[in-house]
């Protein structure tokens, strides 16, 4: 079955540095759809970016990411990371058929610190 | 207001009880979902519910049954709760299940704590 990969549990930065969390995923399916979703402390998972065109980024709320299928990566990157990034980051996948469900990474907790 | 809403915010109960969450959309969305975030944050899909029927049924004990009145609306029963349901139960709503409509909008959530 589909399944996505966040190596990192946790990642500590100082703020004004630059913020790469990763992303892989794994599905028999041509053309995935790939999430980013972001949760806040005591709210609920909002969604930040996605995408399902290949090498093409896409950018919101100063975060872009590309995917590549070659690599199966979709990894969110911002510039300058700012205090109120901190939070639970969350990448998810949809695949082909299975259109009525994402599946979700581990989840990669951002704390920045000032 | 258009948005996801759930009921309620937290509820405490005992090994055993029957417990009921209700889930209702403003969206206009077709598709719903029950997730289970646990005590380590894992968010995973429980149910979906296309236009009042079910269409994805993950692997969960028998004891939890959604219910769906008409397409706004997701309700989870648990029949006889056991303390590893103790954790967070959202609820999401999309457009559709495929093409550019497959962003999930997700609801506050209800905190199940089990004693």
């Known amino acids: 079955g589909d399944s996505v990969t966040q190596t990192e549990g946790l990642v500590t930065l100082t703020e004004g540095l630059p913020v790469m969390l990763n992303c892989t995923y794994q599905t028999i399916y041509s053309n995935p759809f790939l999430f980013w979703y972001v949760q806040h402390l005591n709210e609920s998972p909002r969604l930040l970016l996605k995408?399902?065109?290949?090498?093409k980024r896409t950018e919101h709320q100063g975060f872009h990411a590309t995917l590549h299928k070659s690599s199966s990566s979709f990894h969110l990157q911002k510039s300058s990371a700012q205090l109120s990034d901190s939070a639970l980051y969350y990448c998810a996948l949809r695949g082909g058929n299975m259109g009525y469900k994402l599946t979700f990474g581990t989840g990669t907790s951002l704390l920045v610190d000032p | 207001e258009t948005a996801v809403f759930q009921t309620p915010n937290y509820h405490v109960t005992q090994v055993g009880n029957e417990v009921s969450f209700n889930c209702k959309q403003t969206l206009g969305h077709d598709t719903m979902y029950w997730y289970k975030q646990d005590s380590k944050k894992l968010l995973k899909i429980m149910f979906s519910y296309n236009n009042k029927q079910l269409i994805v049924n993950e692997t969960v004990p028998r004891r939890f049954s959604p219910q769906s009145s008409d397409k706004a609306h997701l309700n989870l029963r648990i029949k006889s709760v056991e303390p590893e349901d103790s954790a967070v139960y959202l609820c999401?709503?999309?457009?559709?299940?495929?093409?550019?409509?497959?962003?999930?909008?997700f609801g506050p959530g209800t905190r199940l704590t089990v004693l």
């Open positions: 999401a709503s999309s457009r559709d299940w495929g093409g550019n409509y497959a962003e999930q909008f």
């Open positions: 995408s399902f065109t290949d090498n």
